[in-house]
């Protein structure tokens, strides 16, 4: 009798072997290998060896550009992030912690489009039609094109997407959805791959733009398979705390336009609106305390001022603490080695904290002087005035380097009514602001 042959999947990257591994060695995920059945193995068999049409390559000069067609989901700081609206036939991926607003934003955008006559159909596997229903009256999306559909299975999308034609599909979430034809369960490799290659298959033909919802794990990346990010056109995470009004929206991907491009919105009690003025979202002026120092970070073309907080207390543990929130920890343990050395200050005994306010996470080093200046504060317990904003990169060597964008920083501090600015190099631009110029760590103290 012949043996039966095993096939082992990772739940994580897709990578298959024939033998059972505790680690993937493809992805390095502990204990992810599933088992696949005789029907799973088949449908990987034809998905490898499905015949295709033969490509003919063009010259890159023969081949015409497309121009890419956008309407607004009359949301600004959503447009703002999709690089100027929603694209005809795009798949778009939106992940974020339980409760952030992932539902409410694109119920919310639903009502919007279906007040200006587009179809919208709302797929939703985790909650009932009544449920969202009580969602809608909240949000005031009680609209005639606004269609719900409380489904699971794919085929029964496909159908409800074939009886009437629809310009804007929200599936919530990719997790629970699942084919009849795959034998495995919800949220597996094999079933995500399917749906998705199915969902963007009909976007395509249909130029139907759809929206997904996914599930995030606990270290912040969509759950499941990461070839769910590979395949969609654009993917969007939200960022901050779900218990606090301001929520960020960030592109992390985006075949359409740029992906460093963010949305600031306010959570109220009708839903996750556009938030308005969001330059002093972020610091607070009336407060003037040692360990505070504001700067100015670019979020793709928009210039934001920020609030940096430390807190330098007495350790005492044989090993100080150094916690960084919304700012890089192994960055804050370079910057705190090189106030050691170049400033002899003694911070091996004392733990360190640094706080990013507003919940947004600083990826670029423009803010690395602004959190010297919140370190050097809260050590000598000496406040920083309001009134300047800290802009520079710094090296191990000890340099301020400047940043790009300086003329761009500065306007915005202008117009915060911010006078001095501490940076590396003075702007070419007048931007009305008196600048002092810092070149080395060593010059900081000066200041001070």
Same mark, same amino acid.
């Given at each position: 009798?012949?043996?039966?042959?095993t096939?082992?999947?990772?739940q994580h990257?897709?990578?298959?072997?024939?033998?059972?591994v505790?680690?993937?060695?493809?992805?390095?995920?502990?204990?992810?290998?599933?088992?696949?059945?005789?029907?799973?193995v088949e449908?990987?068999?034809?998905?490898?060896?499905?015949?295709?049409?033969?490509?003919?390559?063009?010259?890159?000069?023969?081949?015409? &550009?497309?121009?890419?067609k956008?309407f607004?989901?009359?949301?600004s700081?959503?447009d703002?992030?999709?690089?100027g609206g929603?694209?005809p036939?795009?798949?778009?991926l939106?992940?974020?912690?339980?409760?952030?607003?992932k539902?409410?934003?694109?119920?919310k955008?639903?009502?919007?489009?279906?007040?200006?006559?587009?179809n919208?159909?709302?797929?939703?596997?985790? &909650?009932s039609?009544?449920q969202?229903?009580?969602?809608?009256?909240?949000?005031d999306?009680?609209?005639?094109?606004?269609?719900?559909?409380?489904?699971?299975?794919l085929?029964?999308?496909?159908?409800e997407?074939?009886?009437r +034609?629809?310009?804007?599909?929200?599936?919530?979430s990719?997790?629970?959805?699942?084919?009849?034809?795959?034998?495995?369960?919800p949220?597996?490799?094999?079933?995500?791959?399917?749906?998705?290659?199915?969902?963007?298959r009909?976007?395509k033909e249909?130029?139907?733009?759809?929206?997904?919802?996914g599930?995030?794990t606990k270290?912040?990346?969509?759950?499941?398979?990461?070839?769910?990010?590979?395949?969609?056109?654009?993917?969007?995470?939200? &960022?901050g705390?779900?218990s606090k +009004?301001l929520?960020?929206?960030?592109g992390?991907?985006?075949?359409?336009?740029?992906?460093?491009?963010i949305?600031?919105?306010e959570?109220?009690?009708?839903?996750?609106?556009?938030?308005?003025?969001i330059?002093?979202?972020f610091?607070n002026?009336?407060?003037?305390?040692?360990?505070?120092?504001?700067?100015?970070?670019?979020e793709?073309?928009?210039?934001?001022i920020?609030e940096v907080?430390?807190?330098?207390s007495?350790?005492h543990?044989?090993?100080?603490?150094?916690?960084?929130t919304g700012?890089?920890?192994?960055?804050?343990?370079?910057?705190?080695?090189l106030?050691?050395?170049?400033?002899?200050?003694?911070?091996?005994?004392?733990?360190?904290?640094?706080n990013?306010t507003?919940?947004?996470?600083?990826? &670029?080093?423009?803010?690395?002087?602004a959190?010297?200046?919140a370190?050097?504060?809260?050590?000598?317990?000496?406040?920083?005035s309001?009134e300047?904003?800290?802009?520079?990169e710094?090296s191990?060597v000890?340099?301020?380097?400047?940043?790009?964008?300086?003329d761009?920083?500065?306007?915005?501090?202008?117009?915060?009514?911010?006078?001095?600015?501490?940076?590396?190099?003075?702007p070419?631009?007048k931007?009305g602001?008196?600048?002092y110029e810092?070149n080395?760590v060593?010059?900081?103290i000066d200041?001070?």
């Open positions: 009798m012949a043996k039966t042959k096939t082992f999947e990772c990257c897709g990578w298959t072997t024939s033998k059972w505790g680690k993937c060695p493809n992805c390095g995920a502990w204990d992810s290998l599933v088992e696949l059945n005789k029907e799973q449908f990987l068999k034809k998905q490898k060896n499905s015949s295709t049409l033969e490509a003919k390559a063009k010259s890159i000069k023969d081949i015409k &550009e497309e121009e890419i956008r607004s989901s009359y949301d700081e959503l703002n992030v999709l690089g929603i694209v036939g795009s798949l778009t939106i992940g974020g912690s339980p409760g952030v607003g539902s409410t934003l694109l119920l955008i639903a009502s919007n489009l279906s007040k200006n006559g587009k919208v159909l709302y797929v939703s596997g985790e &909650e039609a009544s969202i229903k009580l969602r809608a009256n909240r949000l999306a009680n609209e005639d094109t606004l269609y719900l559909l409380s489904e699971i299975r085929e029964q999308i496909l159908a997407l074939e009886f +034609e629809y310009d804007f599909l929200i599936i919530d990719i997790q629970t959805i699942y084919s009849e034809n795959i034998s495995s369960a949220g597996s490799v094999t079933q995500v791959r399917q749906i998705t290659f199915e969902l963007m009909v976007a249909k130029e139907l733009a759809t929206f997904i919802i599930h995030i270290d912040g990346s969509i759950a499941g398979p990461r070839i769910l990010e590979h395949m969609v056109d654009t993917v969007l995470y939200f &960022e705390d779900s +009004e929520r960020i929206l960030r992390f991907k985006n075949r359409f336009g740029a992906t460093s491009e949305g600031v919105f959570m109220r009690s009708d839903g996750l609106f556009s938030a308005g003025d330059s002093s979202r610091f002026r009336n407060s003037n305390q040692p360990g505070s120092a504001l700067t100015v970070v670019m793709g073309s928009r210039p934001i920020l907080q430390a807190l330098v007495e350790s543990l044989p090993n100080a603490k150094r916690q960084a700012f890089d920890n192994n960055r804050l343990n370079m910057l705190l080695a106030l050691e050395r170049k400033l002899d200050i003694p911070l091996s005994s004392f733990d360190v904290f640094v990013i507003g919940g947004i996470k600083i990826t &670029e080093p423009s803010a690395d002087l959190v010297l200046a370190i050097i504060s809260s050590f000598r317990n000496r406040a920083v309001k300047t904003v800290f802009i520079g710094v191990l000890g340099d301020i380097r400047e940043v790009f964008g300086l761009a920083r500065l306007k915005e501090a202008k117009l915060q009514n911010i006078t001095k600015a501490i940076t590396a190099k003075k070419v631009e931007t602001i008196k600048v810092v080395e060593t010059k900081l200041w001070f």
